[in-house]
């Protein structure tokens, strides 16, 4: 299977611990998106990247958030000293650049995050 | 700002029959993206179906169309024949086509349940 996945599926957290979760895109993908959901919310955006670059940053992304992509290919996205109000569903999406094709967000299957 | 309504927390329909899912959409870009997706409740994000704003024919995939209406900015699903296994939130997003992220943005959702 050749679609997006994240790793872990659901992570329970105690308060003021660091997580870190793991995106791999689709392998011909430049672009890879994090999303935030929280519940009875659609996602919203966190941040991307294009290859290996960090091109935006949302104001949702508070200072304990961090997001890599090193080689341009997966990426992680951490939270330092987990706070209740970080429980939220974190989905990492892929795709290719404006104008080199299909421009289309596929999804992961998101990583659950409960912070106790 | 790009804001997206969807009015309907839930919706119910007999299976074998059609549902309208509603959705309305502010934006100051002239060139955007509408998209519908189908999250069950294993939180993946399926992709359902695409209209630009530039399109003048309602897209269609399947036993999915979108009802476009520029003019009152509204962008509603028609899922014809339900099967139970469509049983699911819906989330109606936009995507302005300019320089930078290029992210979704996502309404609130409506929870569909197709009973037998």
């Known amino acids: 299977d050749t679609g997006v996945s994240q790793d872990p599926r659901h992570k329970i957290t105690k308060r003021g611990q660091n997580v870190t979760f793991r995106c791999d895109p689709i392998s011909e993908h430049n672009r890879l998106y994090w999303y935030r959901q929280t519940l009875g919310q659609g996602p919203e955006f966190l941040t991307y990247?294009?290859?290996?670059?960090?091109?935006?940053k949302s104001r949702l992304l508070s200072d304990r958030f961090s997001a890599e992509r090193p080689k341009g290919s997966f990426s992680t996205l951490e939270i330092q000293r987990t706070e209740q109000g970080d429980s939220a569903m974190y989905l990492c999406?892929?795709?290719?650049?404006?104008?080199?094709?299909?421009?289309?967000?596929?999804f992961g299957p998101g990583t659950r995050l409960t912070v106790t | 700002a790009q804001k997206i309504t969807q009015t309907q927390p839930g919706m119910f329909v007999q299976e074998k029959e059609a549902v309208t899912l509603d959705c309305t959409y502010d934006t100051s870009d002239p060139s955007y993206g509408l998209f519908w997706y189908k999250q069950p409740s294993s939180g993946e994000m399926i992709f359902l179906i695409y209209q630009g704003s530039y399109d003048q024919q309602n897209a269609t995939e399947g036993r999915y169309s979108l009802n476009f209406q520029k003019a009152r900015k509204s962008a509603n699903l028609v899922i014809s024949a339900s099967q139970l296994g469509d049983s699911a939130m819906y989330f109606c997003?936009?995507?302005?086509?300019?320089?930078?992220?290029?992210?979704?943005?996502f309404g609130t959702g409506t929870r569909l349940t197709v009973i037998p």
């Open positions: 990247f294009q290859n290996e670059a960090q091109l935006e």
């Open positions: 999406a892929s795709s290719l650049a404006p104008g080199q094709g299909d421009e289309e967000q596929y």
């Open positions: 997003a936009m995507r302005p086509w300019r320089g930078g992220a290029n992210n979704l943005f």
